[in-house]
């Protein structure tokens, strides 16, 4: 048993977190305002949604998948939610997030039918049912933005929730959002189930190999109908919580969205041929992705750079990744 | 389709029993019966003297049947402790999992099979024979009485085929039954104690091992006496025909030491030695993929420069890779596609492809080489072992080559395809007066097919015998005698 005690220094969050620490005292260096507490809150509060939409996105790439349906299931249960409550004029924040997270999982089933029952690959299913959902919600449901003139104010009021609030030097006060707590509890839901029920092996199984997973005896389709469904969830509930924060409900959001999540997750350390990826990987993956573009933005750079460097970070965290995967099988 | 007919088997407590067969006789399929995938049109199936009826996969792990597949079927991704305590924690269906029980289980997994391995580590990162150790171990975990491995030597070396035999017969002392399927008739005759032997789907044969040699196993296999007449070859007048390939102090630094190769127009010279000893190098050499040797390659004493592929082939040298599918085959591919490969060039003068010439040439080749297909349009990933290494041979004739440099010809292909395969390459050196190099680990594969044999070791040429002169058992000697 020598060389475990060192065994941590190679796992690969401790490499993240040690490229994450590195890049904040970077970034401190060249941009001290990066430090004040105004700055840091606002940061965490960037990682809320794209960080519990990535945990879906997580348990779909451990699975040897790939999901890009979750921005169009997001916006989707979040609009519907929201026209709901506005139908039915109803008062309440926890019925509405069941209600959307319901959604999510429902249009999730969707996904896992079709890779299960068709032994599709996950990237066209996607693809197909993300295009659906958006063209059913436009078509159907309706194209008007839902301003805050109109948004339940429940919503809003559950959003502005503050955990911690401080003075600041000149009299006004910093907030650490609640939102917050949320992701924190959701993820540490998910690195429980995944690290510590079968289901949840299950899924690293069926990321290593489909055909032994059968063999070994899991329920291949209660797994993947338990991913998807979990992923669509994640989605769901992510789209109604972004809304309530912005004080808007837009149909059309989320656009684009997929790329930075799926970013994120690859920067965590998860692989993009399944197996490997961690809870904790993707969040520090999630904090990086958002750090990179927040000091993009504070240093003026245009959106559209914005765009190369999400690119960059994601062709070079894959290469990263992979190469590590093929090392390791040789 | 009858994929099986009336196939009896018996298994005895704790007896190691043989199951060969060739690809595609039904091994599979009877291995899928008695692990409960697949339900049978018809029969019974009897364990511990009484009848089970129906055998689903769980029900057959229940009866105490374990299954080693030749892929392992392990989770590469997950720890070696993992792995092993993964169907026990199935069996019992846990919900939640222990690490702490997952570690007792893995602990305990090792110890029965008194191996050393690292719980921690990857599985993706063992070698084949660890991997093969970590589903041996798994499967004595769930109380297995019988254990069916699946072709478990395919992927090993000599060495750790001894240390498997060992395990097996250690598992065997414990009175486990163990089915060893396979078509290596060496390995069969060593490890069993009785053979039965399967063919399209029918029992022909069934006994004790010691009445059984490899030719009658042969023969039960393919349904016919595969005739092994050595190969013969007569001296030209050398002083006036010049060899068709002669290599003059041929070297590669750090490769091999200095060489002398003659090989004439009809001759068939064995190559053989050690993993290492730098004989498919020389064959690389000779092919052009070393550049940078040193000495001379005159072809039909002609001295040509053979720094890359392309000048080997243009020189009239073909060279058939060790490993078919990664070096070879586009599996995903026609068969036409994978011969017409290497001479898309000459087919095309014009940019053009001149497409009835190529499927001429494709259809001219299917015939000659007898490849089971009715159309040269059928995937190569759907041929036997023998058939694709039939396409692989196609490809090089239609490049008209002198010389044929073979590493390998016959690995993973089964018997009856073996002889079809060493029949074709003696009637191209015969006929067409091929110079042929043929390398292998498999020593009567040589002794049958080659004129003289030439042994390697450590980059040099330690040896040379006229075929005639010498016996399979005498080589292998040798060869073990190599330090």
Redesign the interface.
């Known amino acids: 048993m020598t060389g475990?005690k060192m065994?941590w220094l190679r796992k690969s969050e401790v490499v993240i977190a040690g490229i994450l620490l590195l890049a904040m005292i970077l970034i401190g260096l060249v941009n001290p305002a990066f430090w004040q507490m105004d700055n840091l809150f606002g940061l965490l509060r960037s990682n809320v949604i794209i960080g519990i939409m990535a945990l879906g996105v997580l348990l779909v790439m451990i699975s040897g998948g790939i999901d890009v349906s979750f921005p169009a299931f997001a916006v989707a249960a979040m609009y519907l939610t929201i026209k709901g409550m506005l139908y039915f004029d109803y008062n309440g924040v926890f019925l509405p997030f069941v209600a959307a997270a319901t959604m999510g999982a429902l249009l999730g089933s969707l996904n896992a039918f079709f890779v299960y029952k068709f032994r599709m690959i996950p990237l066209i299913v996607t693809l197909g049912t993300a295009s659906m959902v958006r063209g059913f919600l436009l078509g159907v449901v309706g194209t008007s933005i839902i301003n805050i003139n109109k948004m339940p104010d429940v919503l809003i009021d559950f959003a502005k929730t503050d955990v911690i609030t401080l003075t600041r030097a000149d009299g006004g006060t910093s907030g650490l959002t609640a939102m917050v707590v949320v992701y924190l509890v959701l993820a540490a839901l998910l690195h429980f189930v995944l690290?510590?029920?079968?289901?949840?092996?299950g899924v690293?199984?069926l990321?290593?190999?489909a055909?032994?997973?059968s063999?070994?005896?899991?329920d291949l389709r209660k797994v993947i109908f338990f991913i998807y469904c979990v992923a669509g969830a994640l989605a769901g509930f992510a789209g109604l919580l972004h809304s309530s924060m912005i004080w808007l409900a837009n149909p059309r959001d989320f656009v684009g969205m997929e790329l930075d999540v799926i970013a994120a997750v690859v920067l965590g350390g998860a692989?993009i041929f399944?197996?490997?990826g961690s809870v904790i990987g993707t969040m520090l993956g999630v904090f990086m992705l958002v750090m990179v573009k927040n000091s993009l933005i504070i240093m003026k750079i245009d959106t559209t750079w914005q765009r190369v460097a999400v690119g960059v970070i994601i062709v070079i965290a894959t290469a990263i990744t992979a190469w590590r995967d093929n090392r390791?099988?040789a | 389709m009858v994929a099986l007919n009336d196939v009896s088997l018996n298994i005895r407590k704790g007896e190691i029993h043989c199951l060969a067969g060739e690809n595609g006789s039904g091994k599979s399929t009877l291995i899928k019966v008695m692990s409960g995938v697949y339900q049978p049109d018809g029969g019974d199936i009897w364990i511990d003297g009484k009848p089970v009826g129906k055998l689903s996969?769980?029900g057959s792990?229940d009866h105490g049947v374990q299954v080693i597949?030749q892929?392992f079927?392990?989770?590469?991704?997950?720890t070696v402790a993992?792995n092993l305590a993964?169907?026990v924690?199935?069996?019992e269906k846990?919900?939640?999992?222990n690490?702490r029980r997952v570690r007792e289980i893995a602990t305990e997994a090792v110890n029965r099979l008194g191996v050393e391995l690292d719980l921690?580590t990857?599985v993706?990162?063992l070698s084949t024979a660890g991997k093969q150790l970590v589903a041996i171990a798994r499967a004595l975990m769930s109380d297995a009485r019988l254990i069916i491995m699946d072709e478990p030597t395919t992927a090993l070396t000599g060495k750790e085929v001894e240390t498997l035999f060992r395990i097996v017969r250690d598992i065997q002392a414990r009175g486990i039954a163990i089915l060893f399927v396979s078509h290596k008739m060496r390995e069969m005759l060593e490890i069993s104690e009785r053979i039965t032997v399967i063919r399209n789907g029918n029992k022909v044969a069934e006994g004790p091992t010691g009445d059984f040699d490899e030719a009658l196993i042969t023969r039960h296999m393919t349904g016919a006496d595969i005739i092994s007449e050595p190969y013969v070859w007569t001296a030209p007048n050398t002083a006036t025909t010049p060899p068709r390939i002669e290599a003059r102090g041929l070297t590669v630094p750090g490769h091999f030491d200095p060489v002398d190769l003659k090989i004439h127009a009809g001759e068939i010279v064995g190559l053989s030695g050690l993993l290492g000893s730098g004989r498919t190098e020389l064959a690389l050499a000779l092919f052009g993929m070393l550049p940078g040797y040193q000495g001379k390659i005159l072809i039909d004493g002609v001295e040509k420069k053979l720094a890359t592929p392309q000048d080997a082939i243009a020189a009239g040298v073909a060279y058939v890779p060790e490993d078919r599918l990664s070096e070879g085959l586009f599996l995903t591919q026609g068969i036409d596609r994978n011969m017409l490969s290497t001479s898309y060039e000459r087919l095309a003068p014009s940019m053009v492809i001149d497409r009835d010439r190529a499927d001429m040439l494709v259809d001219k080749m299917i015939a000659e080489m007898q490849i089971a297909t009715t159309s040269g349009k059928k995937m190569v990933r759907e041929l036997s072992g023998g058939n694709q290494q039939r396409v692989v041979l196609a490809r090089w004739l239609l490049t008209n080559p002198r010389i044929l440099i073979l590493n390998g010809p016959t690995v993973g292909v089964d018997v009856g395809s073996k002889a079809e395969i060493h029949r074709i390459i003696r009637e191209l050196a015969v006929q067409q007066g091929l110079a042929v190099l043929m390398i292998s680990d498999d020593v009567p594969e040589l002794i049958q097919n080659c004129n003289r044999i030439i042994m390697m070791h450590r980059g040099r040429f330690v040896d040379e015998k006229p075929c005639a002169d010498t016996s399979d058992n005498q080589i292998s000697t040798m060869l073990r005698t190599l330090k």
């Not at chain 1, 690290?195 to 949840?200: A, E």
């Open positions: 475990n065994a690290r510590h029920t079968m289901i949840g092996r690293y199984a990321g290593g190999d055909e032994a997973a063999r070994a005896g899991f692989s399944g197996g490997r390791a099988k | 996969p769980i792990i597949y892929d079927s392990l989770f590469g991704n997950l993992e993964m169907n924690q199935l069996r846990k919900k939640i999992l690490w921690d990857d993706e990162k």
